[in-house]
């Protein structure tokens, strides 16, 4: 069977659980060797162990994207232990809430340097590796916030919509050298941190109340965004670049009620 990763090598941040999980997952099925990079260590080793058990060559390499030098050392394993790197899924990121009058500076920059500029820095170390292979694909995971959002999700929209603005630039600079880049849009995702969020009733939250509200009628799991990375990552999705796909259910086609 043709696999269509096959001797590609793919950088997952945030990949020791939720949506990085399903997506550095279904990239190894797919052929693809995975760096899963996280700031879990614990957690990220049996996320790689588990992709090993699939019969794929993966590896962790304990990463917070807030620091450049590691995301360096990120880039650096992925070409020492594979040769290069050919995909890069900018995953990780927080949902912080602040009130916007009495956030203050630093909360803003700590919140940033993981939202937004974790992916530009990440992006920065990885596309002279992609131009030594002639081709890369980078993939940002953004969320249905980034272009309509909901009360007290301050600064996290703001920051999901400046990481579909990196993508377009990037798209645009980089077309030229074979370099692709895409944002997905997820909507409601059973992640881990939702299911926490689910458990302990935060703002109220509602798991069949949520699933009542969602055009199709189900949250998606991990592995659903994951099918999607998986495909525009590989060369059948070569002229989709500089954009964004939203995947939500349908959410973002109808109008709240009230
Ligand atoms: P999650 O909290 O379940 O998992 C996030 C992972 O990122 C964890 O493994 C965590 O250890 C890691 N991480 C956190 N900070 C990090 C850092 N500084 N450096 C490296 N790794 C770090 O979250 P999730 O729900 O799977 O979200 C993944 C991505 O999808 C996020 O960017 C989130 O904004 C986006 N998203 C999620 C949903 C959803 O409904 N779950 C919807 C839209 C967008």
């Given at each position: 069977?043709?696999?269509?990763?096959?001797?590609?090598?793919?950088?997952?941040?945030?990949?020791?659980?939720?949506?990085?999980?399903?997506?550095?997952?279904?990239?190894?099925?797919?052929?693809?060797?995975?760096?899963?990079?996280?700031?879990?260590?614990?957690?990220?080793?049996?996320?790689?162990?588990?992709?090993q058990e699939l019969g794929a060559k993966a590896s962790f390499i304990e990463t917070d994207i807030s620091l450049e030098e590691q995301i360096i050392a990120a880039v650096n394993h992925a070409k020492t232990h594979y040769g290069g790197l050919d995909i890069l899924v900018n995953n990780a990121?927080?949902?912080?809430?602040?009130?916007?009058?009495?956030?203050?500076?630093?909360?803003?920059?700590?919140?940033?340097?993981?939202?937004?500029?974790?992916?530009?820095?990440?992006?920065?170390?990885?596309?002279?590796?992609?131009?030594?292979?002639?081709?890369?694909?980078?993939?940002?995971?953004?969320?249905?916030?980034?272009?309509?959002?909901?009360?007290?999700?301050?600064?996290?929209?703001?920051?999901k919509a400046g990481l579909v603005g990196l993508t377009k630039s990037l798209a645009l600079d980089w077309g030229k050298h074979n370099i692709r880049a895409v944002a997905v849009s997820p909507g409601w995702v059973l992640s881990d941190v939702v299911q926490k969020s689910f458990a302990e009733h935060k703002n109220g939250l509602q798991q069949e109340v949520v699933e009542a509200s969602i055009p199709a009628k189900f949250i998606a799991v991990p592995d659903d965004i994951g099918h999607l990375v998986a495909f525009l990552a590989s060369d059948n999705a070569r002229y989709i670049?500089?954009?964004?796909?939203?995947?939500?259910?349908?959410?973002?086609a109808r109008f709240a009620e009230q």
């Open positions: 069977m043709v696999r269509p990763l096959e001797h590609k090598v793919a950088l997952v941040t945030g990949a020791a659980k939720g949506i990085g999980q399903g997506i550095a997952r279904q990239l190894a099925l797919q052929g693809a060797a995975v760096v899963v990079a996280d700031i879990d260590a614990e957690t990220g080793q049996l996320a790689t162990a588990e992709l990121g927080i949902n912080l809430s602040y009130d916007a009058t009495t956030m203050i500076s630093q909360e803003w920059d700590a919140a940033m340097s993981i939202d937004l500029k974790g992916a530009w820095l990440c992006a920065k170390y990885a596309i002279p590796e992609m131009r030594a292979r002639g081709q890369g694909a980078i993939i940002n995971i953004a969320s249905v916030h980034a272009t309509m959002t909901t009360y007290n999700v301050f600064p996290y929209a703001a920051a670049t500089g954009t964004e796909i939203v995947i939500d259910g349908g959410i973002s």
